[in-house]
């Protein structure tokens, strides 16, 4: 199985704040990276897929990067509405998920 | 609009079986796979399987392999999960979700609202 681990596990910041999230793959799995948002009682809510692509209605301040095993996703001026967990899943080989970061306010 | 609507919290005795339901609208059910992921407190989102709506092909992760089953039923654009020998492990929130392949590979682009299973004695 691949496994995914993302750094920080919790990260505290301010509205306006640029924010940064980095998930790596225990191998290479090419592009085949997606993002999630998962606000407290909700389902995960898709952002990027395939390392880079802004899924449709989803705001330019999020945006992805990488491939092979080191990805990031960057928040590029914080707003209260994005203030939840973020997880990044592999879909190169079955459906793995990252273990997860908390953004929280600061 | 894509709709995902799963059936309600279920409360099941260790041993015990649970058949979760998960009604598609706004598109057509048969062109796309459903996929299973829970969510048990504090872990983080495990995949456990698909099933193809248009054949009833099905694929587990090797986790759940022999407990759980997959169907769907294309005259009501409903897909299930049931989930046997039950223990308090697998207390958790199961999701269904929609794969899109927005190139050769697919993720999921839309999601049910999620079903509670608690298990307890």
């Known amino acids: 199985d691949i496994q995914m681990t993302q750094s920080p596990s919790t990260l505290s910041a301010s509205v306006g704040d640029r924010v940064t999230i980095t998930c790596r793959a225990s191998q290479s799995i090419s592009s085949w990276l997606a993002w999630y948002q998962q606000k407290p009682g909700k389902a995960p809510h898709l952002l990027i897929y395939k390392a880079s692509s802004l899924q449709s209605g989803v705001p330019s301040r999020f945006s992805g990067s990488g491939s092979g095993t080191e990805f990031t996703l960057t928040i590029s001026s914080l707003q209260p509405d994005d203030f939840a967990t973020y997880y990044c899943q592999q879909y190169n080989s079955y459906w793995t998920f990252g273990q997860g970061t908390k953004v929280e306010i600061k | 609009q894509v709709q995902l609507v799963q059936s309600g919290a279920e409360v099941k005795k260790p041993g015990a079986s649970v058949k979760v339901s998960c009604k598609a609208s706004g598109y057509t059910f048969t062109n796309y796979l459903i996929h299973w992921v829970r969510q048990a407190p504090g872990q983080r989102l495990e995949w456990m399987g698909w099933?193809?709506?248009?054949?009833?092909?099905?694929k587990y992760s090797q986790k759940f392999q022999g407990r759980v089953t997959n169907t769907r039923d294309t005259s009501a654009s409903t897909a299930y999960m049931e989930l046997s020998s039950l223990r308090s492990e697998d207390t958790a929130i199961y999701y269904c979700?929609?794969?899109?392949?927005?190139?050769?590979?697919?993720?999921?682009?839309?999601w049910g609202q999620g079903t509670l299973v608690t298990v307890s004695s």
């Open positions: 099933v193809n709506t248009g054949n009833g092909n099905t």
């Open positions: 979700a929609r794969l899109y392949y927005f190139d050769s590979s697919g993720t999921f682009d839309s």
